[in-house]
């Protein structure tokens, strides 16, 4: 079956200007996590959804970073004004109960 | 707070030898579960494991056993007869009782040669 998908694979985008990540995940899994992974580090936690409600939005960064999931399905992941601090892969993970989450491949975004 | 501690950044091993990853764990919680991840170079991290706090009986799967022990807040990971594709990074991670996100350490990379 299809796992988890997110696209763009590959993000480069100029300081200052804003992205959308969106992330797929497996058909019927009521939990989507969002995570940052900087070069050479362990995955951070953003943000986290059951459905279409934002339970955990505690990782968010900062202002600029948005998360939606309005339909509880697909998420997209926004972030205005990027800096070069924003540079990393960002992962999307699902989950049908705790014990697992399934990870997507991530977007690697480069901000220039 | 909660934090997991992988000491070792990389680690070089010939095919056939036996390696152990270390994982040290820091939680409040008494009810908390542990995980291991690997992210092969493709990026995409694939699930080994979870325990929880309650289980410490060890677990063999394979090649692949895990050691679990709370007295010294350690879950440490062995990968006996390594194989070239072991060659990844491996994560540990906890998460607390009351929410399922994930608290990774900073990985372990593995370099198995043949």
């Known amino acids: 079956g299809a796992g988890v998908s997110q696209s763009p694979r590959y993000k480069v985008a100029k300081r200052g200007q804003d992205v959308a990540l969106r992330c797929d995940p497996i058909?019927?899994?009521?939990?989507l996590f969002w995570y940052q992974q900087a070069l050479g580090q362990g995955p951070e936690f953003l943000t986290y959804f059951q459905n279409e409600a934002q339970l955990d939005k505690s990782g968010l960064p900062s202002d600029r970073f948005f998360a939606e999931r309005p339909e509880g399905s697909v998420s997209t992941l926004k972030i205005q004004r990027t800096q070069q601090e924003d540079s990393a892969v960002y992962l999307c993970?699902?989950?049908?109960?705790?014990?697992?989450?399934?990870f997507g491949p991530g977007t690697r975004l480069t901000v220039t | 707070a909660q934090k997991v501690t992988q000491a070792q950044t990389e680690i070089s091993v010939v095919e056939k030898e036996d390696v152990t990853l270390d994982c040290v764990y820091e939680?409040?919680?008494?009810?908390?579960?542990l995980f291991w991840y690997k992210q092969p170079p493709s990026g995409e991290l694939v699930f080994l494991i979870r325990?929880?706090?309650?289980?410490?009986q060890n677990e063999i799967s394979g090649r692949y056993s895990w050691n679990f022990q709370k007295s010294t807040s350690s879950f440490n990971f062995t990968i006996t007869a390594s194989q070239v594709v072991d060659s990844a990074v491996y994560f540990c991670?906890?998460?607390?009782?009351?929410?399922?996100?994930?608290?990774f350490g900073t990985g372990t990379r593995l370099q198995v040669f043949p």
């Open positions: 939680t409040r919680d008494t009810t908390y579960y």
């Open positions: 993970a699902s989950s049908l109960d705790a014990y697992e989450q399934y």
């Open positions: 058909s019927g899994h009521v939990s």
């Open positions: 991670a906890l998460s607390e009782d009351n929410t399922d996100k994930l608290i």
């Open positions: 325990r929880n706090s309650f289980d410490e």
